[in-house]
């Protein structure tokens, strides 16, 4: 395994692989950059088949958080951490408490959070060896709710309102009544997008490898259940991607029918000329880390001690950043995916630029 010469290594700052004798913990901690401030990003728990998938996955996501927060606009590099066991059956309180204090080892560079198999009582027990965690504690709502740290909400709010952006921009309509959408991984945050599309008036299809969530959605939302296999070919109006990433390839682009593709999972293209050839075929794909940001945001304004207000008004922004794009992709006839990395870069580079210049020096 090549860390250096990876092909998604793009010059991250630092890699650690974490592992505890005592409690089995394997575990990889990637911080990709730290120019806009310390690297956030959650910290994933998954039965990965190797070490080699481990790091991809690991090197791409903190790579998307970099440009996640980037494009969000908010002074938070980008970093990613994931825990290699199955989430259901491989965790103890010994391998967090391991997983706590390799994150305590970084000083602050990196800061963790919840993600895919992790949610907050992960974080606390992240938290009882670190303070560089975020969303270990409950939090007042907009509503005045008091809920868990958990993110999830906001991100499902992010891609529902950039969805419901997509929709107008591809299929020229604001009402979601009777909107067609197939979602692939019904979880915390796949389910939490069901439950506003439902309100909106939506038909749902739903599919996911977890039968209990398949049965959540359909007695509680009327959702339509279908096998994992057959999400694809759907003749709906939207596809949303909210499981894993690498979904969006050469092989399920054949039976790709959706003309709208917006959903939370990170990392949803194979390669970049999927998403060019996603274009060609005229579907509108909305950038995963541009349309998924509401749960780093939602987690920054936890960090700095915002309201709920700050954070709900900055989870809706996503629908004006996914308009920008589209309009620029539209216009110069690039793929979103494209446009969405080019904005991100751009901010990332100018902030470089700043840091280079000479300090003046204090009379
Ligand atoms: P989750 O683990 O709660 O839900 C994922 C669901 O997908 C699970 O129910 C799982 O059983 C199902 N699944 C896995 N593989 C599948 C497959 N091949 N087919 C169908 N279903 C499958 O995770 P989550 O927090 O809801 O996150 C979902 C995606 O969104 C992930 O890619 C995550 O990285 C991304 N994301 C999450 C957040 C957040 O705030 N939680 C933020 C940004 C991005």
Known sequence: ???????DFDHHEQVV???DRSSGLRAIIAIHDTTLG??????RMFPYGSDDEALRDVLRLSRGMTLKSSLAGLKLGGGKAVMIGDPHTGKSQALLHAMGDFVDS???RYITAADSGTGEPEMQAFAQRTRHVIGATPRTMLDGTIASGDPSPSTALGVFVGLREAVRQRLGRDDLTGLKVAIQGVGHVGLGLARHLKEAG?????????DANVQQAVEELGA?????HDIYGLDVDVFAPCAMGGILNAETLQSLRAPVIAGAANNQLASTEIGVELQRRNHLYAPDYAINAGGIIDVYYQRIGGSPAQTDTHVRGIAETLREIFERAASSGESTSVVADRLAQERLVGQHAVQKQPQRLQA
């Open 202 to 210: 939506a038909e749902l299809w739903v599919c996911d490898i977890f």
């Open 38 to 43: 310390p690297a956030l990003g959650g910290c």
């Open 106 to 108: 970084l000083g602050g």
């Open 224 to 228: 339509n259940a279908v096998r994992p």
């Open 17 to 19: 692989f974490c592992h």
């Open 1 to 7: 395994m090549s860390v250096f010469t990876h092909p």
